[in-house]
Nanobody, 128 residues
Framework: QVQLVESGGGLVQPGGSLRLSCAASGSTLDYYVIGWFRQAPGKEREGVSSIRGRDGTTYYADSVKGRFTISRDNAKNTVYLQMNSLKPEDTAVYYC?????????????????????WGQGTQVTVSS
């Protein structure tokens, strides 16, 4: 099972930006789809964004559309989540996750149960 490592979290003021990174530790980042999820205290884990490996199709939760951008750098074996115009309600632990098996699916791949490898998470706090 691939070891995923997230980085880039931190404390930022409302309206600020952060870029999260997700890399595979000691191996190639191999996936059919990779997603970013977040979990705030007392809340369920929710999908934020995903990108399908074969064609680069991206998906976003309505709450982050227009503010967050998922991208990948195959040369660096890394997937990013650029987060702009951050709001206090974006505060959460952010996780990246991968699914290696093919899934022909009409949804947005933002359901946690579709994924089989998870990172440890990185804390994002939006506060003044």
């Amino acid at each position: 099972q691939v070891q995923l490592v997230e980085s880039g979290g931190g404390l930022v003021q409302p309206g600020g930006s952060l870029r999260l990174s997700c890399a595979a530790s000691g191996s190639t980042l191999d996936y059919y789809v990779i997603g970013w999820f977040r979990q705030a205290p007392g809340k369920e884990r929710e999908g934020v964004s995903s990108i399908r490996g074969r064609d680069g199709t991206t998906y976003y939760a309505d709450s982050v559309k227009g503010r967050f951008t998922i991208s990948r750098d195959n040369a660096k074996n890394t997937v990013y989540l650029q987060m702009n115009s951050l709001k206090p309600e974006d505060t959460a632990v952010y996780y990246c996750a991968t699914r290696r098996r093919v899934l022909l699916y009409n949804g947005n791949y933002l359901l946690p149960h579709l994924y089989d490898s998870w990172g440890q998470g990185t804390q994002v706090t939006v506060s003044s």
